[in-house]
């Protein structure tokens, strides 16, 4: 994993052995994703870039396969705008799964899992202190919890199988809590100072 150290200076063949970037080929996806993952650093604070330097290969690799599958990338949207659009697939799977539509519920649940990124990625959104190998090791499992069970959810009610994509809606639906619960301080926050006596 030594390799893997830099990723500006050159992700290595062997950060792909572990075949985290599935599809295509690994020597072009490895460039795209180098080319990716500069383009996001470039909108970084130094401050930021420094931190996500200092990540393990393993986290660094994570985000490279990230922002590698996820093919609709955004040059000005805010998290916030990603998460608002992921909480309209939210609503149209839950309508969909309760009328019986399973179609509906697929395509849903597919653009959930394939969701836009924002500007710059997803760190510059996270609280600086969670931008460390530590804090972002959760990062997996919610892309399992989310994602994974979006395209449970699709293959589920494809087959017309509501109840299952039922189970599997409330499993994904945990996963977006659990990622609140780490990454967000105060839900609903803003950004900006509401005059509000404290
Ligand atoms: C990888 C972690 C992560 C996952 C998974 C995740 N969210 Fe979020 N979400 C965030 C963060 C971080 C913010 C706050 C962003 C900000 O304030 O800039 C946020 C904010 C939001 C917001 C904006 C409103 C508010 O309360 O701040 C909505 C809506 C939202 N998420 C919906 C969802 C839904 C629905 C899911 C699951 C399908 C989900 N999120 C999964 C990290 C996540």
Redesign the pocket.
């Known amino acids: 994993m030594k390799n893997c150290r830099n990723w500006l200076l050159g992700v290595a063949m062997s950060c792909l052995a572990a075949g985290a970037l599935a599809q295509g080929n690994p020597a072009e996806d490895m460039k795209r994703g180098q080319e990716l993952m500069q383009q996001q650093m470039k909108l970084m604070t130094p401050e930021l870039v420094q931190k996500a330097n200092a990540l393990s290969p393993e986290i660094k690799k994570f985000l490279m396969h990230v922002a590698l599958r996820h093919e609709r990338r955004s040059d000005t949207l805010?998290?916030?705008q990603v998460?608002?659009e992921?909480?309209a697939?939210?609503h149209m799977i839950g309508a969909a799964i309760a009328t019986d539509n399973g179609p509906m519920a697929a395509d849903a649940a597919r653009r959930?899992a394939l969701h836009r990124l924002p500007k710059g990625g997803?760190l510059p959104?996270?609280?600086i202190e969670k931008v460390t190998t530590e804090g972002l090791s959760?990062?997996p499992s919610?892309?399992a919890?989310?994602?994974g069970n979006?395209q449970k959810i699709a293959e589920a009610a494809e087959k017309g199988d509501m109840v299952a994509a039922a189970r599997y809606y409330g499993d994904?639906?945990a996963?977006?809590?659990?990622?609140?619960i780490?990454?967000?301080g105060q839900?609903?926050?803003?950004?900006y100072t509401p005059r509000l006596k404290q």
């Open positions: 805010t998290l916030v998460m608002q992921i909480m697939e939210h959930l997803m959104y996270l609280p959760v990062l919610m892309e919890a989310v994602e979006a994904m639906t996963g977006c809590v659990a990622c609140h780490h990454f967000r839900p609903g926050a803003t950004a």
